[in-house]
Structure formats: C-alpha cells, structure tokens
C-alpha cells in the first residue's frame, strides 16, 4: 500500500474497495497461490483522490464492464457520490481498477 504521508478525510461508500480486491484473490489469483501481489496506491491530485488497485493475477476473462461486482460499486458510487467514477483494464500482466472520488462530492448523506 502506498499513500502519500497526508490524505484528506474522505467518506468512501462501503462495499466499494473490498470487493475489487476480493476479486483479484478469488478470480485473478486462482493458479498463482506463491506469486501474487497486489498493490494499492493512494493519489491526491486537484480536487479528487485516486484509488489504483493493481494485481499480477489472470486479468478480467470476460468483458470488463459485464461483472456484477463491478456494476453494483458503479451504482453504488452514483448514489453515494454522482462524480465519482471507476475504470478498468486488462495489462499485460494482471488487471487495474482505478476508482476516482472528488473531494467536494454531493450525494446522498
């Protein structure tokens, strides 16, 4: 995990993080139990905070978009925090997933 040594206090909706990396140890880590790594970045630039997951595992082997783990944190995000957004991609080695929250959100409460 990295993070820079000061990070604004921001209210992440629940259930948002923690199924991106259950995913990564259930689906990209299924065959490569003594080589996995997973690493977690923590950016602050402008107005938003960037969470970047990344993992050394299979990658998505179907269409990103399609899961339904990711479509509920999308929906999850709009109702919480409309500007907030998630991206994912396949790399050569692995998947990332980059959540973007604004640090003057409004949403529900």
């Known amino acids: 995990i990295a993070r820079p040594p000061q990070l604004p206090q921001i209210h992440i909706p629940p259930l948002t993080l923690q ?10 880590f ?12 923590l950016r602050v630039g402008g107005d938003q905070i960037e969470v970047d997951l ?6 998505y082997q179907r269409p990103i978009r399609d899961t339904d783990t990711l ?3 999308r ?4 109702h919480y925090l409309p500007n907030a957004r998630i991206e ?9 997933t980059l959540v973007v929250i604004p640090l003057r959100a409004s949403g529900p409460s």
């Open 54 to 59: 990344r993992d050394n595992g299979k990658g």
């Open 19 to 28: 199924p991106i990396i259950e995913n990564s140890f259930k689906h990209g």
């Open 30 to 41: 299924a065959d490569l139990s003594d080589r996995m790594r997973l690493s977690v970045t």
């Open 88 to 96: 994912t991609e396949n790399l050569t080695v692995g998947s990332r």
């Open 71 to 73: 479509h509920s944190i």
């Open 75 to 78: 929906e999850r995000l709009r």
